[in-house]
């Protein structure tokens, strides 16, 4: 499936910007509270560990590890059909945001607590999206198209 199909995110101004900008250069950015150190995911107007509005962003690791997930058996959107089934996933990232993204392996092999790495593909002109890689494997499982260059 062309991954131009897929929905894409409408808004990438205000509190994500920053986020889906990262995401087209291939890295994932969170806030963190420039006053405690707090790191906020998703982003925020206000820390809300010690009230400051001095927030920065900055890279998360591209490797974490699955804290939670699901497998798809059903398509909630026609585009993705032809993955069925697919896997969403929840990954611990340092410095210690849970960020989501599609598993790019076979969904049957998910696991709480594997390591995955972030691959990112573009979905739509400048709009970039995150697929968890098992750290072990280098191509996305047969249904998941290939990332774009």
Request: some cysteine; proline content about 11%.
């Amino acid at each position: 499936m062309p991954e131009s199909t897929r929905p894409a995110p409408t808004d990438k101004s205000g509190l994500y910007a920053p986020y889906f900008e990262g995401l087209t250069q291939g890295q994932i950015k969170v806030q963190q509270c420039a006053n405690c150190s707090a790191v906020l995911w998703p982003p925020q107007d206000m820390c809300p560990e010690c009230y400051a509005t001095s927030l920065d962003w900055v890279e998360a690791s591209n490797e974490g590890t699955i804290y939670t997930y699901s497998v798809y058996n059903r398509a909630f959107h026609p585009a993705f059909k032809e993955l069925l089934p697919y896997g969403a996933v929840s990954v611990r990232v340092s410095p210690g945001a849970t960020i989501l993204g599609e598993y790019g392996g076979d969904p049957a092999d998910i696991e709480v607590g594997q390591t995955v790495r972030a691959e990112f593909f573009q979905t739509a002109p400048g709009v970039a999206l995150i697929r968890w890689m098992p750290s072990d494997l280098s191509t996305p499982a047969p249904n998941q198209p290939t990332t774009k260059e």
